[in-house]
């Protein structure tokens, strides 16, 4: 049975996208329900709803959307774990890990992720909400959040939302406003941010720290965007992308035999050691790079890629992840493979050209998103609207200057010697690629001084590793472990 209560807080106000279009902004709707998980009986809350960012005069200037879970029948009450979960984009909703990886929702998909009908939702047995609450954030014009017009009508700034530090500040201060609104103090504080929701978690474990003294036992990156790396092009971030060729090649039987015929973690740190020992000085040679040893390198690279020697050469060695996608199964079956998960096929208008038409993993993630989290919010949270659910809203000309937030967690680290760190990444994304994961954990703390705070996990699938099957029951128990090796244990903060 669900039990649905209406809480209002203080401010009752309401905006506008029409004369009768609107959406509360501070309102809660609870209902309450049973999961089970690991065996045993979860009882739980469910709050989902609406609270305010207000500016630094304290004028409210937004209103976001989250849900909020909190398991009922565990004894230690507050003192339990709370994660708070952001997914990337920017300007993505936080549906994705909301109802398919961490929650007591998931999505009706079959073992390896692919769309089936009727759509909906089921309970998930893998959710680690036995063990931690949840709450999952939407920020600025994802999900129903949304901007909030002053008392003449005018909409605040976007510069106030739509940029890495802005988008830090602002959350800090709404992750303030929660913890304090639901007694959360106490609680081991935990932050997981997937895509560009790990270069958000990055930042806000500084910006906690610094501007809201809140200190986090621990960081979770799923499938990070790091932009010292990503977009940024030349010899490293390209030589970074082979191991995920390779990934890619060996899941569609695309390498030799000498390679095919081993294990896919077997053939990986081959193609980890040729991409940082030789791939790398090779494009960074250029021009000035000897012939026969550009065809030496290509060669290797051809073993590693799946790719002919001849493309690779006609790329000077340096092949655009776009490129591959669309070059590795062009011969074979003129197929294209996807972006965020190269399990995924796509059919071309034509063979020709130098990138897929689209996304083929986006487009099938969407199929079942979508219809899957407008259900549950009505039905199951009992949130009613007309108001459209953004999976993707529109963030502007997002301010990508000053991004310092893979110092910033350096930082953090240094002054909490609470916090870890944990990466999760598919060997099969080739957008946020695995490597470059790596590489972004080997330079937080190039020093080493606080290596052994870090940990890395692979799975085998992925930008949303959580959508096969087995990698859902895996990535949650890492979470599980993760959670219980960063617990304080009663041991004091100090070096």
């Known amino acids: 049975m669900r039990l649905k209560i209406t809480l209002l807080f203080t401010l009752c106000l309401t905006f506008s996208f029409s004369q009768d279009l609107k959406i509360p902004v501070d309102t809660a709707y609870v209902?309450?329900?049973?999961?089970?998980?690991?065996?045993?009986?979860?009882?739980?809350?469910?709050?989902?709803g609406f609270q305010p960012v207000w500016d630094d005069e304290g004028k409210m200037i937004a209103s976001l959307y989250y849900t909020y879970y909190k398991r009922t029948n565990d004894s230690k009450g507050n003192e339990r774990p709370i994660i708070y979960s952001f997914n990337g984009g920017p300007g993505s909703a936080s549906v994705w890990m909301h109802i398919a990886y961490t929650g007591p929702k998931i999505l009706k998909i079959d073992d390896e992720g692919y769309p089936i009908q009727p759509y909906g939702v089921k309970d998930n047995p893998n959710s680690i909400l036995d063990v931690a609450d949840i709450v999952f954030i939407n920020p600025v014009n994802t999900g129903y959040s949304r901007k909030i017009a002053d008392n003449e009508g005018k909409m605040p700034d976007d510069k106030l939302f739509f940029g890495i530090n802005a988008d830090i500040k602002y959350l800090?201060?709404?992750?303030?406003?929660?913890?304090?609104?639901?007694?959360?103090?106490?609680?081991?504080?935990?932050?997981?941010?997937?895509?560009?929701?790990?270069t958000r978690v990055m930042g806000l474990s500084l910006e906690l720290q610094n501007s809201q003294w809140m200190y986090l036992n621990g960081v979770i990156l799923v499938s990070p965007a790091d932009y010292k790396v990503l977009r940024v092009g030349g010899p490293l971030?390209?030589?970074?992308?082979?191991?995920?060729?390779?990934a890619a090649a060996w899941y569609h039987k695309a390498l030799s035999p000498e390679l095919q015929n081993k294990d896919l973690l077997e053939v990986l740190p081959e193609a980890e050691d040729f991409a940082i020992n030789t791939l790398m000085p090779a494009i960074a040679k250029g021009w000035s790079l000897p012939e026969a040893e550009k065809q030496a390198v290509a060669k290797q690279m051809s073993h590693y890629s799946g790719l002919s020697e001849k493309v690779i050469l006609q790329q000077n060695l340096d092949v655009p992840n776009r490129y591959f996608w669309k070059e590795l199964l062009r011969d074979k079956t003129g197929e294209t493979i996807g972006r965020l998960d190269s399990r995924y096929i796509g059919i071309d208008r034509v063979e020709t050209g130098t990138s897929p038409d689209y996304s083929a993993e986006l487009t099938s993630w969407l199929h079942s998103f979508t219809p899957a989290i407008n259900y549950y919010i009505q039905n199951e949270l009992n949130f009613k609207t007309d108001v459209k659910y953004n999976v993707f809203g529109n963030v502007g000309n997002w301010d990508r200057t000053n991004d310092n937030t893979r110092e910033d967690l350096r930082q953090a680290m240094a002054q909490n010697p609470y916090l870890k760190v944990l990466t999760q990444s598919g060997y099969y994304d080739g957008a946020t690629t695995y490597f470059a994961a790596k590489y972004s954990q080997w330079q937080i703390d190039p020093?080493?001084?606080?290596?052994?705070?870090?940990?890395?996990?692979?799975?085998?699938?992925?930008?949303?590793?959580?959508?096969?099957?087995e990698d859902l029951i895996q990535a949650n128990e890492d979470l599980r472990e993760f959670i219980k090796n960063s617990a304080s244990n009663g041991k004091s903060a100090k070096y």
């Open 172 to 198: 800090a201060s709404w992750m303030n406003t929660f913890t304090t609104r639901h007694n959360r103090w106490e609680s081991p504080k935990y932050i997981i941010g997937e895509s560009y929701g790990g």
């Open 447 to 469: 020093s080493g001084k606080m290596k052994d705070r870090f940990s890395f996990k692979g799975y085998r699938s992925g930008h949303m590793m959580y959508l096969r099957n």
């Open 237 to 246: 971030a390209s030589s970074l992308n082979l191991p995920y060729y390779t």
């Open 31 to 48: 209902t309450t329900n049973t999961v089970t998980i690991k065996g045993k009986q979860v009882n739980y809350r469910a709050e989902t």
